[in-house]
């Protein structure tokens, strides 16, 4: 059964019914990802019709937005902030001063923030926004497809129902998955958060070796994905390790051990694990710099 939220206005606490009720979701933001989030919430059933508000500062892209029949479209945080009971904030790190000048003087009292801002800690919003209840986010490129994951945290003032009103809404992008601290946030960007561009820089290379070895465009792209498709699949099905299923495909002195000799001879699994320790310190370092 499907929980969806009930916000009582009078004191800002959410309860749940089986019915669409009185709840307002701003997204701050219109990019990628804040872009992402809107859609799949919209095309959801936890709003009813023009409860999903989004605000972007670029003329361009709210006029865009106003094409759209299933956005409530602002271009003024004054306008939106004291009407919402969740606020996505889904600007780029280096937005926050700005945007917290501005957001600060129109929040209203149990008002829930969700960031989904890189290495932006709970406490600096709660300070900046003088609020307490905040949720951090990191979610990844697939939530564009519905096949995203979501890592979360939250302060401890926001309840287990309202968390559970939450999580549906992260979920309607793919999947999500609460965790203990801000250090596991961290964590996360390094694997989920940024884990889609090494497999898309894996990708790539594949694909220029393709090419190299003399494959059109097209066939070289479908070699690539129809292979990368199935292996997940087959990872997913079933419960050997990526070590297990490596020797199943690698035979002694044939052509697949030779490819895996060569990644080990040049140290690739330490690169790669190097890679996501890069982002997790950055998300760290984004942290402290907020």
Known sequence: MMLVPLCVLAKKQFTFTNQKHLMKVLVIGAGNMGLAYAESIAKSEHLKKGDLLISDNAPAKTQELRKKSHFEVYDDIADCAPLADIIFIAVKPYHIEELFTKLKKHMVEDQIVISIMAGVTIKTIQDHLNIKKVVRAMPNLPAQVGKGLTSFTASDEVSRLELSTVESLLDTTGRSVRLDSENDIDASTGISGSGP??????????????????????????LVSTTFEGAIELFKRNKLTPEKWMDKVASEGGTTRAALDSMEDNNVKDLIKEAAYAAFNRAVELGKES
């Open 197 to 222: 561009a090494y497999v898309f820089y894996f990708m790539q290379s594949m694909l220029e070796a393709a090419l190299d070895m003399g494959f059109s465009d097209y066939d070289s792209k479908v």
